[in-house]
């Protein structure tokens, strides 16, 4: 069936140290998406790329989609323990209106 | 924007009791509303979609009377758990999407169910 994978499945990076966690599909995807979220907290919608090989960026983090649209990844830029939690991609599903979650990278960040 | 508001945030009951979780966005119309359940340090499993008007569509393995999914309105879905026994604690989480449900999520800040 349709799957989203990711790895790793955690990180634990000094703070200053550069992120990457990598995403990808079975399937070719419409857009993927990804959230962060935090320990205690809830996902939180981060960015959604829809053309093959976008780059988009907020602050220190990078996201790519692939030339394919069937991976991705977001890049972390020198990380600060605020950038603690999990990081979780997703594509929609070919059919129906759900989105099928990778089972995310757990970032720690030690200052 | 794009706020969704779960409540309550914590239950902790005895075995049998059915317990109701409400999921609302407030700022938007939620064409599409999620119920994911999420153990320690595990990924989202989505338990249902539903869509204001019509029954919810069920993921495999879930069990629908146990799950009772009532999408009232636009902007109120809510999740009862019927007859919850020990084996039903965990995190539960909603989230609701503005458009066909496969743009962006926005969640709620789940419920914390623990059955004693």
């Known amino acids: 069936g349709q799957q989203v994978m990711q790895i790793p499945q955690y990180q634990h990076v000094q703070e200053g140290e550069d992120f990457t966690t990598y995403c990808n599909s079975s399937t070719t995807l419409s857009n993927i998406q990804w959230y962060k979220q935090r320990p205690g907290g809830h996902p939180v919608f981060l960015i959604q790329l829809v053309k093959s090989g976008e780059v988009k960026k907020q602050k220190r983090l990078t996201f790519q989609f692939g030339e394919a649209k069937k991976n991705s990844s977001l890049h972390i830029t020198a990380t600060q323990t605020t950038d603690v939690g999990t990081y979780f991609c997703a594509g929609p599903r070919n059919s129906g209106y759900a989105l099928n979650f990778g089972k995310g990278t757990s970032l720690l960040v030690t200052p | 924007g794009a706020v969704v508001s779960q409540h309550p945030s914590r239950v902790i009951c005895k075995s049998g009791t059915s317990v109701k979780i409400e999921c609302r966005s407030l700022?938007?119309?939620?064409?599409?509303m999620f119920w994911y359940r999420q153990f320690p340090k595990k990924s989202l499993m989505l338990m249902a979609t539903?869509?204001?008007?019509?029954?919810?569509?069920?993921e495999q393995g879930v069990e629908k009377d146990k799950f009772l999914i009532n999408h009232a309105s636009l902007t109120l879905s809510t999740l009862t758990v019927t007859s919850a026994h020990p084996e039903d604690s965990s995190f539960y989480i909603c989230?609701?999407?503005?458009?066909?449900?496969?743009?962006?999520?926005?969640f709620g800040d789940g419920t914390r169910l623990s059955i004693l």
């Open positions: 700022d938007f119309q939620a064409t599409t």
């Open positions: 539903s869509n204001e008007g019509s029954k919810a569509t069920y």
């Open positions: 989230s609701a999407s503005a458009g066909t449900g496969q743009g962006p999520q926005h």
